[in-house]
């Protein structure tokens, strides 16, 4: 059954404020929690994971969108720092190329597909970056850092914001590592790095929002800056005396990857004031525990949030309302709650905005490169490369930022990869839209991409001679069986690449070219694909 827009609007507004978790749990169905078809339930999933699969197309259409959610939700992550020392311990002289192996083997065979989606998107918010000489060799601790992430997935994001500001790797990253409190005699100052950070990047942004994440203007028609540099000296002052943990005196320690402790002499213990809001203590961890509050409960961190959570998830240029309506979940989860990121997830993923096709140019956004890499693998149920000895699965992406622009917690500064604000020259700055991805694929990686991707798709299937061994094989059979089938071959590449969203143009061409290409089905297969991950129709996530 077809449901107008309207009628979803509506259902929502008669939703709890908190969203949609306390009508599930009575039993009421959402209109659109059963995916109309097959190829709906492939376009949830390239939402929602690295990938649809041809499993979970099924199950999503078997247990609709919700039960698919509570079963991921419910799904434990799978690490990446222990299987490192695993191999470690083994005799593997371990590098941040065995972290790539991990991440790629992890997204695309992991069951946790969701949680880490999450972790992907939550880590181009709150960035570190293994290309900055201070974690250049912290193997094991970025490591950590990405499992930091997909543990508070689905946790709270007061609780994520703890742990990324006690974390050692980001301490080293955004230089808070062993801060000092300010000396008047030598004019010595703490270092502002992670306080500005913090504020810009983690949580509040530049400018006064309102929840649809429209600016809040002051008398003259201006947007109201949400910090100064006043702000940014009170803030630095609490991020003062934090180490190693296990360090016996504050210069003292090895590096490692647990949470900091505090040496209160180095801590400034003076009265400092944020917002307005007087911390009296002087005490480090308390400081800290209320600095964290006064940003988490500001009434900016929702809509900066959860706007960036969409767009990483679903569209770069959410409507208002779809930003509102998450915010709301954002503040109370509907049991009073707030910042519980399961349920801003599950309201990203379930809103009308998401779930219903929108043919509007404003619609959607560039896929990611990686996530054109990942879903090229999952769509073909690609075999994974004998693992060695050591149980490490080599697979052959060590450097993706070389092809793909892109290198998970490689970002090339704390700004991420691209910028949320980013709007390219031309047609879409003057539509006033964003395109946030559109910041770095230029020509460059556009051919190095498609480059790439032609290398896993020519050289990498089930049944070729003399198989690589550091790379997953595309299992083609099933593409390669309707040879003599244009049509069925099309319909299949569609649900698998494209969602059921390719153009007539493309369809077109490809039948074509399936009818007359004189080879055998693997060839014809192996064409279609690469066509496909050419077009803007597998370039674009709608």
Known sequence: MRVSFAFLLAWLMLAEPGGASPIFASGFEPPFNIPANAAEAARFLTQASFGPTPQDIARVQAIGYVGWLHQQFNTP????????????????????????????????????????????????????????????????????????????????????????????????YLTFLRNRKGDPATGRLPDENYARELMQLFTIGLVERNDDFSPVLDAQGRPIPTYDQATIMELARVFTGFTYAGSTSFFSGSPNYLPMMCFQSQHDDQPKEIFGIRLLSGQCMQDLEEALDILFLHPNTPPFVARQLIQRFVTSNPSPQYIERVVRVFKNNGQGVRGDLRAVLEAILLDPEARIRDPSPRYGKPREPLLKLTALWRAFAAQPPPADPSGFVPMGVRSPQNDYAQRPLGAPTVFNFYEPDYRPAGSIADAGLYAPEFQIIDENYVIRTANHLYQRIWSGYIGMPNPPPDRPLLDLAPVAALANDPEGMVNLLDLRLTYGTMSPGLRDILRRMIAELPADGLTKARAAIQVITLSPDFAVQR
């Open 77 to 172: 992550p799978t690490r990446a720092r222990p299987h490192l020392e695993q191999i470690a311990a083994a005799g593997v002289a371990v590098s941040h190329h065995h972290r790539m192996d991990r991440w790629f083997h992890t997204v695309v065979y992991a069951p946790d597909q969701l949680r880490q989606r999450m972790a992907y998107a939550l880590s181009q918010i709150l960035v570190i970056s293994d290309r900055d000489s201070s974690l250049a060799s912290d193997y094991f601790g970025v490591a950590e850092y990405w499992d930091l992430l997909a543990t508070h997935a689905f946790g709270n994001y007061r609780d994520l914001m703890r742990a990324v500001s006690l974390s050692p790797q980001m301490a080293r």
